[in-house]
């Protein structure tokens, strides 16, 4: 067993899958013998079950991550939004490693803040409102990225996006994968899970590329396609299939297709990647998980926020739309913010009389608003504000049927040289926080 004294040369990274559930995953493995290899190494290696918070509001990837990064629960933390964490005082991994003088890296931790002196590099998640390192790659990808994820359900990805994607391909694409490149793109039209795997294969690829150039002692990378394939097409898993009476219908997607397994076929060669690295440990965590829905949800999301808001009434000082369903609308006053949220709260279906905005958070000059109306938007669909009726269809964009929901199980896995400093089977996911720091020989905080 390594020491510590022998593990500080070595340099860290955690692999951060959101939300896969890898007892699914063990069951593709089980079916299908040879043909996700490196992930049957990893779930046959040493690893955990992690746990989380209980209610069901506060397990939510923006929540967990913000404790792995913090070694803190959300009762502890109190970070209960995507970008919360910035400004405030809520300590991070990245930051205190840095101070103990290591060199650190960071592309696309969800809900982290650039608090970094001297980065290595740093690439934020396409959410969270903080810098990138200021070089001149890792700004134009921020924004690219930013712009792509964020108008997805439009399939709307500006010439200026496209345009630096192009460039990050040509530059970072690791020649290994070119292959898989093409099979995704030439496969991706009406397919919109192999656009997120291009994504994440870019990303793995650009931080590999970061990595082997900047060296840092610790870095960290985060994946987010396979939790979007989940929500949206766990129903077309082979492995779930026998498992709920739920199916997609075939104008979604086809009924023989499985992206669940496509999503595992790509992020088995992404493991294989890490898990050989030279002088390097790693960590493959998924912070949380998720598990095939019960029933029938449709998600949507809204094509232009200030354009409808405009047509509200709503005046706002500014608008960041976040994942799927959600956007923060911020104000000049706490009056104004209150007014906004009755006038956002009174608009109903002429129907049956659902909300359409059934989650507001006010935080006093700013409103943190979900698009909760769960069923079908069809053309017919009218709602009601000061006694006018429009048609909510023309300003929505559907994202997904939903087919996943979160669940508090995480799971985590580690090379042979971290394996040491693994949290306890069944402890809070905020511990693989201690976990890093004791690979590194550096104290918990006080």
Not at 133 to 139: N, Q, T
Not at 181 to 202: F, N
Not at 271 to 292: C, F, H, W
Not at 356 to 362: A, Q, R, S, V, Y
Request: charged share 20%; net charge neutral; hydrophobic share 40%.
């Amino acid at each position: 067993m390594q020491s510590s004294q022998t593990s500080v040369r070595k340099k860290l990274v955690l692999v951060e899958l959101n939300e896969i559930n890898f007892d699914v995953g063990a069951d593709y493995v089980r079916e299908y013998p040879g043909r996700f290899p490196a992930i049957a190494k990893l779930i046959a290696g040493a690893g955990i079950r992690s746990t989380c918070e209980k209610n069901y509001e506060e397990i939510e990837p923006w929540i967990q991550w913000a404790s792995v990064h913090s070694g803190k629960s959300y009762s502890e933390h109190g970070i209960f939004r995507l970008g919360d964490i910035v400004g405030s005082n809520v300590p991070q991994l990245f930051e205190q490693l840095e101070r103990s003088g290591l060199r650190i890296g960071c592309v696309s931790a969800m809900n982290a803040e650039n608090r970094l002196n001297t980065p290595a590099y740093f690439i934020p998640d396409p959410w969270t409102a903080t810098p990138s390192d200021g070089s001149w790659w890792s700004r134009v990808l921020t924004d690219a990225v930013s712009q792509t994820v964020n108008d997805n359900a439009q399939a709307r990805i500006t010439p200026k996006s496209a345009m630096h994607l192009a460039l990050g391909l040509l530059r970072f694409a690791q020649p290994k994968h070119y292959g898989l490149y093409a099979k995704l793109v030439a496969k991706a039209r009406g397919a919109s899970w192999r656009k997120a795997l291009v994504l994440d294969l870019l990303l793995h690829d650009i931080h590999a590329k970061l990595f082997r150039t900047h060296s840092p002692d610790f870095s960290t990378v985060f994946l987010n396609a396979g939790a979007h394939i989940q929500h949206h097409y766990f129903f077309n898993s082979r492995i779930v299939k026998g498992r709920t009476k739920i199916a997609n219908p075939a104008w979604y997607v086809s009924s023989d297709l499985d992206p669940i397994a496509e999503m595992l076929e790509v992020y088995d060669r992404l493991v294989a990647d890490y898990m050989s690295l030279k002088n390097t440990e790693v960590i493959v965590a998924t912070g949380l998980s998720q598990r095939p829905y019960d029933r029938v949800k449709y998600y949507y999301r809204l094509k232009d926020h200030a354009s409808f808001m405009d047509k509200l009434g709503v005046r706002v000082k500014s608008i960041q739309p976040r994942m799927t369903r959600d956007f923060l609308l911020e104000f000049y006053s706490s009056q104004e913010a209150s007014a906004a949220q009755a006038r956002l709260s009174s608009l109903k279906t002429v129907k049956d009389g659902t909300l359409i905005f059934g989650e507001i958070d006010n935080r006093g000059d700013s409103l943190f608003v979900t698009l909760t109306y769960p069923q079908e938007i069809d053309a017919d669909l009218l709602v009601e504000i000061d006694g006018k009726q429009l048609p909510l269809a023309p300003h929505v964009a559907f994202v997904a049927i939903k087919n996943g929901m979160h669940q508090e199980t995480g799971f985590s896995y580690f090379s042979s040289g971290v394996a040491q400093y693994a949290p306890n089977d069944q402890s809070h996911v905020k511990e693989l926080y201690s976990t890093v720091l004791r690979f590194f020989g550096r104290p918990m905080p006080s």
